[in-house]
C-alpha cells in the first residue's frame, strides 16, 4: 500500500501524535486542534494523510450550534502501528514451529506461507527481468535496499538489507517465505542464495 506517509508505514511525529490521541476515542479537528496545540490547518492535514494510509477513517458527525463537525477515528490499521508484539510473537512462533516440524515440513510451511502473502499483490507481466524488477520494487516499500542485477547469465535479486532481518537472524527458514512470495509474484523459479551472518542480506536466484 503507497502511501504518503511513506513504505513501511513510517509516521511523522505529528501524524503519531494524532493518532495516538485517536486510540481514545474519536475526535474532530477543532478537539484534536486544541489537544495538541495546533492550528485546524494543521490537524488537517495530518488527517489527510492518515486517511491516505488507511489509518483514520471519518466516523460520523457532532451536532453543533452552526454545522455539524466531522469526526475521526483510528482504524485497526492505524491501532496496529502501535503494538510492538507482532515480531515476538512471530520468533516465537517459528521457534516452536521449528522444534514441532522436521525440516522438510517447516520449509514447505515457510514457502507456503510467502505464496499466499503473493496473492495480495497484482502479478507483474512481461519478459522476466521485468517481473523480477516488480518483485525488487516490492522488496524496496517492505523495507529493502533491493536491486536486479546478472551473475553468469542468471538473473539475481539482491538485497543489502533484509526485511525480515529479525526473522532471518534467528532462523534461516524465514527466508522461505521471501524465496515462495518471489517464486509466487514473478511466475518462474526462485532459489535462494542469502547470507545469514551478523547483517542479514538478501539475495534469490531467477531462473524462467
Same mark, same amino acid.
Given at each position: 500500500m503507497a502511501t504518503s506517509l511513506g513504505s513501511g508505514a513510517r509516521l511523522s511525529t505529528a501524524a503519531r501524535n494524532v493518532l495516538s490521541r485517536l486510540r481514545h476515542g474519536a475526535m474532530t479537528v477543532e478537539d484534536l486542534a486544541r489537544a495538541l496545540k495546533l492550528t485546524n490547518n494543521a490537524v488537517r492535514n495530518q488527517l489527510r494523510k492518515l486517511q491516505e494510509a488507511d489509518f483514520v477513517t471519518a466516523f460520523g458527525k457532532r451536532p453543533s450550534a452552526s454545522k455539524p463537525s466531522t469526526l475521526y477515528a483510528i482504524t485497526l490499521q492505524g491501532q496496529i502501528q502501535f503494538s510492538t508484539l507482532y515480531l515476538p510473537i512471530l520468533m516465537q512462533f517459528l521457534e516452536v514451529a521449528e522444534g514441532r516440524c522436521s525440516g522438510t515440513q517447516l520449509d514447505t510451511l515457510m514457502l507456503e506461507t510467502g505464496e499466499s502473502l503473493a496473492r495480495r499483490y497484482p502479478k507483474p507481466s512481461g519478459p522476466l527481468k521485468r517481473r523480477a524488477q516488480s518483485a525488487a520494487g516490492l522488496l524496496r516499500s517492505f523495507g529493502g535496499v533491493a536491486e536486479v542485477t546478472t551473475r553468469d547469465g542468471v538473473l539475481v535479486i539482491r538485497s543489502r538489507a533484509c526485511p525480515i532481518a529479525a526473522l532471518t537472524s534467528e532462523n534461516g527458514a524465514a527466508c522461505r +517465505? $521471501? =524465496?515462495?512470495? $518471489? &517464486?509466487?509474484?514473478? /511466475? /518462474? /523459479?526462485?532459489? +535462494? @542464495? @542469502?547470507? $545469514? &551472518? =551478523? &547483517?542479514?542480506?538478501? @539475495?534469490? =536466484? +531467477?531462473?524462467?
Open positions: +517465505v $521471501l =524465496e515462495g512470495f $518471489l &517464486e509466487r509474484h514473478i /511466475a /518462474a /523459479a526462485v532459489t +535462494v @542464495c @542469502c547470507n $545469514l &551472518e =551478523e &547483517e542479514p542480506q538478501c @539475495c534469490f =536466484e +531467477v531462473r524462467g
